[in-house]
């Protein structure tokens, strides 16, 4: 099953909301409303990603006041896929793996017992039946590797999904950081310092997970480099700018949406290859099956 950015979206905030409304860990409620719904590893955190962003807004808006800190654990990726894997194995109906042991044992049963005892044997009569049983059983049954080959062709596209977002991601990065740079020389033109300018541009909040945080500070960098770099003038170091940060300043919402789409590149990207290994993993398995 192929679930969109709009539905994650949707079951994220359901997640929240449980949380918020006096429900478990975020991870249980990611693992909640992920229950019964057709999901891989990439899914689970893309919805812990969403679910994540998604409380963190509403904890900020709803903390007030200038200095606002949120803290809250974060939903575990990991953890939730792996519960969601044990629920779908509880799942399996375990009816051919029955069939299979008693069929076993009636052939050990009667292996001694002439033919003549019973029914003529009769090849036509063992394909009769053999076709009534057959039909009797649903289709999936009739391939016990079904939803491995199911799930194969999934996680293929998948993959295919993930390696053009992350493409997708670097071209928007790049597009926006050209924009945040003209925009900040714009600035630096009017006789702020690049420090000033740094300041400016990270005014907005950002996520508190590591990955946020690299990301902005890598896009801080690559900014002051190429401030730097134009002869621009640099000035006290930022945290000596006496100045109320922004955040609805031009160049701090450039300088986000830069972070953002960069960020969207380095998690599509780990994904890509964390799910592409599995995938290697899982044609190997299927090839020793067939």
């Known amino acids: ?39 891989t590893n990439e899914h689970v955190r893309r919805l812990c ?28 990726a990991k953890e939730a896929s792996l519960r969601l894997h044990s629920l779908r194995v509880q799942n399996i109906n375990p009816t051919r793996e029955g069939e299979a042991m008693t069929s076993a044992g009636s052939s050990t ?9 019973g029914r003529r044997f009769v090849p036509r009569n063992v394909f009769v039946e053999s076709m009534s049983k057959i039909g009797s059983r649903p ?26 977002k992350a493409a997708g991601a670097e071209g928007s990065a790049r597009l926006a950081m050209v924009d945040l740079c003209e925009m900040a020389k714009s600035a630096c033109q009017q006789g702020h ?18 990955t946020s945080q690299k990301v902005a500070e890598g896009v801080a960098a690559d900014l002051a480099r190429e ?7 640099a000035g006290e170091s930022a945290e000596k700018v006496a100045s109320r940060p922004n955040p609805n ?11 953002g789409h960069r ?26 099956l067939a």
Do not use: C, W
């Open 1 to 39: 099953m192929s679930l969109t950015d709009q539905q994650l979206r949707t079951m994220a905030a359901q997640a929240v909301s449980g949380h918020l409304g006096g429900g478990g860990s975020l991870t249980d409620e990611v693992v909640k409303v992920g229950t019964g719904v057709s999901m």
């Open 49 to 76: 990603e969403f679910t994540y962003h998604s409380a963190f807004e509403q904890l900020y808006r709803r903390a007030g006041g200038p200095d606002r800190y949120v803290s809250f654990d974060p939903p575990e």
């Open 109 to 117: 049963k009667t292996a001694s017992t002439p033919f003549h005892r």
């Open 139 to 164: 289709l999936q049954e009739l391939n016990p590797h079904q939803e491995l080959h199911d799930l194969h062709r999934d996680m293929r596209e998948a993959v295919r999904t993930l390696s053009e």
């Open 193 to 210: 310092t690049v420090s000033e300018v740094l300041l400016a541009a990270v005014s907005q909040p950002f996520p508190l997970d590591q």
């Open 227 to 233: 401030l730097l770099r134009s002869g621009f003038r």
């Open 249 to 259: 300043h031009p160049v701090a919402l450039a300088f986000k949406k830069v972070a």
């Open 263 to 288: 960020k969207d590149m380095v998690v599509s990207r780990a994904a890509h290859e964390e799910l592409r290994a599995e995938l290697g993993r899982l044609t190997a398995g299927i090839g020793k």
